[in-house]
């Protein structure tokens, strides 16, 4: 049984750091693109960023460039989102995700690409 568990979540104020995690189990996501997504109350969910099976490509949305950055420990099977200067829209909830197929060159940017997801965590940045 696959399972992808966020954690690292929680109430940060403006201009602070989180660093976001998440566990896969139940099969290995080394060489399969993972990503990160966010969804807003009455917001669709919508992409943060993305990374390659290896991790040697990565494309974030325009909201995250230079302040998020996604990296992986495939020997830990472990998906991360290091969060600086967060703003105060950036509260929602965060997924991760991942894809079945093997690529170690694509990036997912798309939900509907991703056939595995965690539960979510929570960030709320207040101002």
């Known amino acids: 049984q696959v399972q992808l568990v966020e954690s690292g979540g929680g109430l940060v104020q403006a201009g602070g750091s989180l660093r976001l995690s998440c566990a896969a189990s139940?099969?290995?996501?080394?060489?399969?693109?993972m990503g990160w997504f966010r969804q807003a109350p009455g917001k669709e969910r919508e992409f943060v960023a993305g990374i390659s099976g290896i991790g040697g490509r990565t494309i974030y949305a325009d909201s995250a460039k230079g302040r998020f950055t996604i990296s992986r420990d495939n020997a830990k099977e472990t998906l991360y989102l290091q969060m600086n200067t967060l703003k105060p829209e950036d509260t929602a909830v965060y997924y991760c995700?991942?894809?079945?197929?093997?690529?170690?060159?694509?990036?997912?940017?798309?939900?509907?690409?991703?056939?595995?997801w965690g539960q979510g965590t929570q960030v709320t940045v207040s101002s």
């Open positions: 995700a991942a894809d079945r197929f093997f690529s170690n060159t694509l990036v997912r940017t798309q939900p509907i690409e991703y056939d595995y």
């Open positions: 139940g099969r290995t996501f080394s060489n399969y693109p």
